[in-house]
């Protein structure tokens, strides 16, 4: 009885989950499908199953983004812009982690509650500060604007810090037997170690950086350093609406993402599921 009554949890939970997963799939497919449609089909066969297939395939719609719009110029900033506060975060709030989890200094419970205190305050909080802050440097129209305020990232050193304070000690110590610093310690054992991590921040800070649209909005001006959300909805309001026009460059703009998640997932489940663990 036990187990029959464990068998039909598992496929209840499965169910679940598979329902759960196509409700999350559907606008994706019909994303996809609309891109590939004529225009006056793209509406009209929203409210059924057409609206799932794209029918007469045509990629005049990909060729209309971009010959009316900078695509590649908006897809390099985006990509630029992203991957610099991805990489030199890495380094950043690894170090900082690092610092909180394994070094001993006056202070450190102190400011490790201060970057914990951080993690509620929402960017929309700051915003109009930072914004403030930002056009005295005159940093406003750049890509430095985009970047310098997003490289240290509370969240992202929590989760270097949740899986620094479970590796074994035994690892650093015999290191610093055989003479090595701080920071040498930290490159040759440390990181070589918690490739899941790294794997999980590059990929949540990714996600988050590669769609935002609040604060590009407020400091970019011309086309010239605009990122791929603030491009799409400048894209939309240009004469004439074409729906199949707006989901190629959707479209275009998922695919980094998910082909980026599909390449690492497995370092990305690996990584969640250690500082889950061990946080």
Known sequence: MRLQRSRVG?????????????????PVMMMLAGS???????????????????????L?????????????????????????????GLLVNALAAYAFARLRWRGRDLFFNLVLAVMILPLEAIAVPLFYGVSLLGLRDTYLAQILPFIANAFSIYLFYAFFIGLPRELEEAARLDGASTLRTFFSIIVPNSKPVFASVAILNFLMWWGAYLWPLMVTIGPEVRPLPVAIAAFYTLPPLQWGDILAFSVMMVAPVLLLFILFQRWFVRGVAATGIKG
Do not use: C, W
């Open 36 to 58: 590939l449609k004529p225009d006056e089909r793209v509406l009209m066969e929203a409210g059924s199953l057409a609206g799932f297939i794209p029918g007469e395939v045509s």
């Open 10 to 26: 598992i496929i209840l939970s499965y169910a679940l989950l598979t329902t759960l997963a196509l409700l999350f799939f559907i």
């Open 60 to 88: 005049q719609n990909y060729t209309d983004v971009f010959n009316r719009t900078e695509f590649l110029g908006f897809l390099f900033n985006s990509l630029f812009i992203t991957g610099t506060i991805v990489i030199f």
